[in-house]
């Protein structure tokens, strides 16, 4: 008779939480719809600063400009922490021709990031077509040296999510033009990684190997490489060159910030749940739904919370990460300092996907029981707003570095709707008419709302 009675205790107490939390979950909801300010925050990020690579004027404006819209907010702890990064810089509009004898056929192109520039007069040379580092591997340095290689691996459409199609593609960017360079290439040209057709290039950054060549790499728009590989079919080899001017450059490292503001925990002031994405962007656009999108969501949770009245039990910090797009220094410098105060991390959300439609979460390499837990806890509380998906998967470049110094962590990545993305990321179209108010709304109210669950009950 005990038993059943402390059983039935049990039930009731948990239906209860339950209530309680599905109450809260909705408040939050409410107010990140109703009186949310994250889409207006965008709107002036984008539209007042813009561009904003690392070591810009732009970067530089936006660090000022975010401490001062924490402060705004009246969180307990606003602060800059220093992070020194890349410098590199675009200069001039690119050219790109495709010469077929005394044909000239413009193409547009935009040099990868951290690439180094043309000779003045730009770089004409033969071209070898590749689908595959592979590819290039075979053919070696008797086919390879002295012409441009031409990195023509297309965006997988079968995959469903499709950053596993931009994880697939993106090794001919990261990797391939210091791969053409060890077999003696003059120059790269990849194709943009996006499932979109267009004349939109996208840029991103490429990585050369130490103590290697390195030579200039551009992305090509999708169109412009569709022309190119059917034209090099169609004719011989010899027929076909390519010409292309960039005259970007690295400069010194600069002085940069991450923003970060906090909530101080009412019971484990020392325990942390940290939400962030990254200010800086391309320079391209404006960066809205990479990463604007992210930021304007991670400091809306802090912002819902005290508007809400909401007083977290566990530190909660908002965390403007500098320089995820050539370098992820300020990722690395966070859990750097993070490690040096002994610092205990509960959790650490990133949104760096876009602001679209919320779907779900994503748990790093965790085992399976516990991510059955996490369901059997949460799904149900995350259902009506269709944001249920709590899977498997990464977590972001940013707070990865905190799983190397903090191995109790866990990592979790923000999920919205993945099929628009790669249509804008790293292009001129990254822009805040892009982003729609409602679906970046939503966002906010969701990551909310794991905060609040993860704040309360853990994981």
Known sequence: MKKSILLLSLFFAATTVKAQDSLMIRKLYDEALVNGQCYENLRYLCKSIGQRLSGSAGA?????????????????????????????????????????????????????????????????????????????DALGESVVKGKIVFFNGPFDPRFIETGAGYGAAGIQRFAGPSAAAKYGAVGAIVRSITPALDDYPHTGGTVYAEGGRKIPAAAISTLAANKLSAMLKLRKLPLIKFYFKQSCQTLPDVKSYNVIGEITGSENPNKFITVGGHLDSWDLAEGAHDDGTGVMQSVEVLRIFKAVGYKPKNSVRAVFFMNEENGHKGGLKYAEVAAQNKEEHIAAIETDEGGFTPRGFSFQAIPAAQLKAINDKYKALFEPYEADRLVAGGGGTDIGPLKETIPSIVLIGFRPDSQRYFDIHHTPNDVFENVNKRELELGAGAIAALVYLIDQHGL
Do not use: C
């Open 60 to 136: 530089e404006k936006s660090v000022t400009w975010s401490k001062k819209l924490m402060d705004s907010y009246g969180f307990d702890k606003v602060y800059l922490q220093e992070v020194m990064v890349p410098h590199w810089v675009r200069g001039a509009k690119e050219e790109g021709f495709i010469i077929d004898g005394k044909t000239r056929i413009k193409v547009p192109i935009a040099a990868l990031g951290m690439s180094v520039g043309t000779p003045s007069a730009g770089i004409t040379a033969n071209i070898v077509e590749v689908k595959s580092l592979k590819e290039l």
